[in-house]
């Protein structure tokens, strides 16, 4: 065919600078992109050609006259083709798919992901210096397995690991969506860098408990039309998964019911009676709260809507070098999804990255707490019009200290406040008596529309919150059926994280004399972010974000600066 490259659904590219390395300079940087595509490859491409003359060479600030523009390329470096979808090259071939298969073949759809080792305040990755750079990735519905890659030189790749569901220890592995974090922890004496990442994507629908235990490649067979078995636990995908990033090694995972053993590299389960119920899909959020270079705490949520909380406490001894993996654990804190288990309107799915927030709101006590920002929603099932989604704002009860046995009890959704109890105008008439009380725990924002939903994480600046939702039947000025491709619309929030209330007056019509947002109207803007399923926001940096493509907001928040100064006959 005349274009050989595939589309890239879900595998966003990744652009990685080199820095000056041979044959580039520090005004023409070696810059490469990766991603994967459908016809079964992982790429990688090179953006900028070779060349140590081209550029600013004088640093004035642009190309002058006499200096030589530098040139982007856009070849393709290398490909590498997963076993797992090799399969996709006959579909590609002949046009035709497997009976039964998608109408469209599924490759290498999984997000790149990179750590990079350069030593401090370098700016060039030099595998000749001993500097290193991996990127990990899954395959996400292109099949059940992960891979790491050594590209510390680009034009070198090297396999360093794969794992898949039959590799010891990984039984519970599904369909890889849930993109790798990297993080650094520590069980011993010596920090170790590690991936964590999910279970991942259950095939037939991401909950359903059936007698078929295989994760369907692919595609799933979820119908609408017929009532789903969500009886007991899932067979694949839930699971917590840490491995050393460097080895692939299994280093500790939470299951349902696992047996607990010792052995670091095969099968390790470190917590076992966890409840962990539903497949885990989403990107873990890692976090080190005290900024000791060492992650101690994680979260994620799950397609059953429960939060949970990863605790990796270290050894704070320098002299105990003993393995204290047996003190890491999973806490559930707060279940907001379907509790009786028949698939109704409560049946919400967890799928993004939570955007865990450390907040000081003056206008509480006490005013710090860690906020947890998520919203519910089923991607893989957009169109579906039956659930009722939220924005959550959960706060974490524990902060810094690990949760002990008998901890308090996972927050259920009537045990947080209604944020559209705080608007300024047009709060309900009922069911706000105990707002207040509710929201040390944290708060619920209903989205209006039929089948609205959030698709993408989270973005928090200055205490406020943006976040896009998809609208699979347009809006209240937009019937369905004059929406001629059905491709529904994208809608942007900002509101304020401490109690939901719009942050921005954006419905003039419903002012009433007032300038300030007062209504829940005024917390989206609709009219200019088009069909089909809406982008996240983007931190630009500063006061800097951006909404829909193109769209760069100013988000008007305190911003702080460094600064410096001298106190004459006191600093020398």
């Known amino acids: 065919r005349p274009w050989m490259l595939a589309d890239a659904l879900h595998s966003r590219p990744l652009p990685l600078n080199y820095g000056a390395r041979s044959g580039f300079s520090k005004q023409n940087p070696d810059i490469r992109v990766l991603m994967g595509s459908n016809d079964g490859f992982f790429h990688m491409f090179q953006n900028t050609e070779a060349s140590t003359t081209c550029g600013d060479t004088d640093t004035s600030g642009e190309v002058d006259g006499d200096e030589a523009p530098c040139t982007e390329s856009g070849k393709e470096n290398w490909a590498f083709m997963p076993r797992e979808v090799m399969d996709t090259v006959k579909a590609h071939r002949n046009g035709v798919v497997p009976i039964g298969s998608p109408v469209h073949p599924i490759g290498v759809d999984g997000e790149p992901m990179v750590m990079i080792d350069a030593g401090d305040d370098k700016a060039t990755i030099d595998s000749g210096e001993g500097d290193t750079a991996w990127v990990f990735f899954g395959l996400r519905r292109g099949g059940a397995a992960y891979y790491g890659m050594d590209i510390s030189d680009p034009d070198e790749p090297e396999l360093m690991w794969r794992i898949d569901a039959n590799t010891p220890g990984f039984e519970e592995l599904a369909l890889t969506f849930s993109t790798p974090t990297p993080a650094v922890v520590m069980y011993g004496d010596e920090p170790v860098r590690v991936l964590v990442f999910g279970g991942g994507y259950y095939g037939d629908g991401g909950r359903m408990a059936t007698s078929d235990t295989t994760p369907r490649k692919g595609y799933d067979n979820y119908d609408s039309t017929v009532a789903p078995d969500l009886s007991g636990t899932e067979p694949k995908g839930n699971a917590i998964y840490i491995v050393n990033a460097e080895t692939g090694d299994l280093i500790w995972k939470a299951v349902d019911n696992g047996a607990i053993t010792t052995n670091g590299t095969t099968g390790v389960v470190f917590d076992n009676n966890t409840g962990l119920d539903h497949s885990i899909v989403a990107e873990i959020a890692v976090v080190d709260g005290n900024e000791d270079d060492i992650d101690e705490r994680a979260y994620v949520g799950d397609m059953g809507g429960n939060i949970w909380r990863i605790d990796l406490p270290r050894n704070l001894d320098p002299a105990d070098d003993a393995d204290n993996r047996d003190n890491w654990k999973v806490t559930k804190l707060a279940a907001l999804g379907d509790g009786g288990a028949n698939g109704g309107d409560d049946d919400r799915r967890f799928m993004n990255r939570i955007d865990v927030v450390f907040a000081d709101d003056p206008n509480s006590s006490p005013g710090t707490f ?139 019509t419903d002012d009433n004399g007032l300038e300030s947002p007062t209504t829940s109207a005024d917390r989206w803007e609709d009219d200019s972010w088009g069909s089909g399923i809406p982008t996240e926001y983007q931190s630009l940096g500063g006061n800097y974000i951006m909404g829909r493509p193109g769209a760069f907001q100013n988000a008007n928040v305190s911003s702080y600066y460094r600064t410096y100064w001298y106190e004459k006959d006191v600093d020398h």
């Not at 947890?372 to 810094?400: C, M, N, W």
């Not at 949760?403 to 047009?426: H, M």
């Not at 943006?466 to 059905?486: D, R, V």
């Open 370 to 508: 860690d906020a947890l920002v998520i919203g519910s929603g089923d991607r893989e099932h957009p169109k579906q019009t039956a659930r009722e989604d939220y924005l959550f704002v959960i706060k974490d009860p524990y902060g810094t200290s690990v949760p002990t046995s008998g901890a308090s009890a996972a927050v259920g959704i009537d045990d947080l406040a209604n944020a559209d109890c705080f608007l300024v105008s047009g709060a309900p008439t009922s069911g706000c008596t105990n707002a207040a009380d509710l929201l040390d725990n944290g708060y619920k924002l209903p989205l209006t529309e039929p089948g609205e939903k959030v698709l993408s994480p989270t973005l928090t600046i200055g205490g406020q919150g943006y976040f896009s939702t998809y609208l699979p039947e347009g809006g209240p000025t937009e019937a369905a059926e004059c929406n001629a491709m059905k491709l529904g619309i994208g809608r942007g929030y900002a509101v304020s994280l401490f109690n939901g209330r719009p942050v921005i007056n954006r419905n003039i």
